[in-house]
């Protein structure tokens, strides 16, 4: 083997982190055309730079074969079990449902929530349409099965009967059909026989 085409050799694949002995059996196998006693400057560094390249890709493929391997079995590649990204640890099942469950009362509370908004609107808009006066509905709660609109136009008419409202147009419509339905089951029962 040349001496000169080994130091060059191991010149060009110092960072490669092969060991001198591999480097002296490739140099031995792919320089065996170069004379140990050769002086070809030429020669020699084209030879060196073509065990260096195979150098290279000889370590690149080993690094890449020992990264793929399982330490547990030397034998097999490393097969990907998961297709997950790693850092992204599994979320454990009851942590899952909780999350689930939290959600869904979330959820629930937020409907609850528009619910009553749209009643509390809706009572607030038949107070308004009724011209009912404020010192009335202070603490004034319609039962939830109750419409809005009828159960104020009742108190109108109410404070209308009670002469604690004036009437309007609309309140004395409304008490003239109050009293023309009240004559007519009144009448109704009346005749009907029992």
Same mark, same amino acid.
Request: aromatic share 2%.
């Given at each position: 083997?040349?001496?000169?085409?080994?130091?060059?050799? !191991?010149? $060009?694949?110092?960072?490669?982190?092969?060991?001198?002995?591999?480097?002296?059996?490739? %140099?031995?196998?792919?320089?065996?055309?170069?004379?140990? =006693?050769?002086?070809?400057?030429?020669?020699?560094?084209?030879?060196? #730079?073509?065990? +260096?390249?195979?150098?290279?890709?000889?370590?690149?493929? @080993?690094?890449?074969?020992? #990264?793929?391997?399982?330490?547990?079995?030397?034998?097999?590649?490393?097969?990907?079990?998961?297709?997950? *990204?790693?850092?992204?640890?599994?979320?454990?099942?009851?942590?899952?449902? +909780?999350?689930? !469950?939290?959600?869904?009362?979330?959820?629930?509370?937020?409907?609850? *929530?528009?619910?009553? #908004?749209?009643?509390?609107?809706?009572?607030?808009?038949?107070?308004?349409?009724? !011209?009912?006066?404020?010192?009335?509905?202070?603490?004034?709660?319609?039962? =939830?099965?109750?419409?809005? *609109?009828?159960?104020? @136009?009742?108190?109108?008419?109410?404070?209308?009967?009670? #002469?604690?409202?004036? @009437?309007?147009?609309?309140? @004395?419509?409304? %008490?003239?059909? $109050? +009293?023309?339905?009240?004559?007519? *089951?009144?009448?109704?029962?009346?005749?009907?026989?029992?």
């Amino acid at each position: 083997m040349n001496k000169t085409l080994f130091d060059k050799v !191991k010149a $060009k694949c110092k960072d490669t982190g092969l060991s001198e002995k591999y480097l002296k059996a490739i %140099t031995e196998k792919m320089g065996g055309s170069i004379e140990d =006693d050769s002086t070809d400057e030429t020669a020699i560094e084209a030879i060196a #730079n073509q065990i +260096a390249e195979v150098s290279v890709e000889t370590q690149g493929e @080993a690094t890449r074969w020992a #990264n793929k391997k399982d330490p547990k079995d030397p034998k097999e590649p490393k097969e990907p079990k998961d297709t997950k *990204d790693p850092k992204e640890p599994k979320e454990p099942e009851d942590e899952k449902d +909780a999350r689930i !469950k939290a959600l869904e009362e979330k959820l629930a509370k937020l409907d609850a *929530d528009q619910v009553k #908004n749209a009643r509390a609107a809706a009572v607030q808009a038949a107070i308004s349409k009724h !011209k009912i006066p404020e010192w009335r509905t202070k603490g004034l709660s319609v039962p =939830d099965d109750e419409d809005p *609109d009828t159960y104020m @136009a009742s108190i109108k008419q109410d404070l209308i009967t009670q #002469n604690l409202m004036p @009437a309007d147009a609309e309140g @004395a419509k409304a %008490t003239n059909e $109050k +009293a023309i339905d009240e004559a007519a *089951d009144s009448l109704l029962e009346s005749i009907t026989v029992k």
